[in-house]
């Protein structure tokens, strides 16, 4: 069974950084995307970023939304079938539930419980 693990979320100033981490599970084969979905309280949840890789290594495809490009970075480890999410410069709009989910191509997508990032003075 495939289980999504989300770390790393917190209370950081604006300003400040957090690094998320995600750890996929219960595949002998890598999820080719894995990425990153937020929802703030009142909002529709919206994806951050995503990261795809069809060759086997750790680098890939990424793509963010406007509002974070520059500002997070997006990264694998293959090998640890485990995905980051560096946040610099965070904003007070960036307060939210921040989601992992991983997907084989052609696969269902799997997601994490999610970790709460608060970014508030």
């Known amino acids: 069974q495939v289980q999504v693990v989300e770390s790393g979320g917190g209370l950081v100033q604006p300003g400040g950084s957090l690094r998320l981490s995600c750890a996929a599970s219960?595949?002998?084969?890598?999820?080719?995307?894995m990425g990153w979905y937020r929802q703030a309280p009142g909002k529709q949840r919206e994806l951050v970023a995503t990261?795809?890789?069809?060759?086997?290594?750790?680098?890939?495809?990424?793509a963010y939304i406007d509002s974070v490009r520059g500002r997070f970075t997006i990264s694998r480890d293959n090998a640890k079938n485990t995905a980051y999410l560096q946040m610099n410069s965070l904003k007070s709009e960036d307060t939210a539930v921040y989601y992992c989910?991983?997907?084989?191509?052609?696969?269902?997508?799997?997601w994490g419980q999610g970790t709460q990032v608060t970014v508030s003075s």
């Open positions: 219960g595949s002998i084969f890598i999820f080719e995307t």
């Open positions: 989910i991983a997907r084989r191509i052609g696969l269902s997508t799997h």
């Open positions: 990261i795809t890789s069809t060759t086997g290594t750790s680098s890939g495809t990424t």
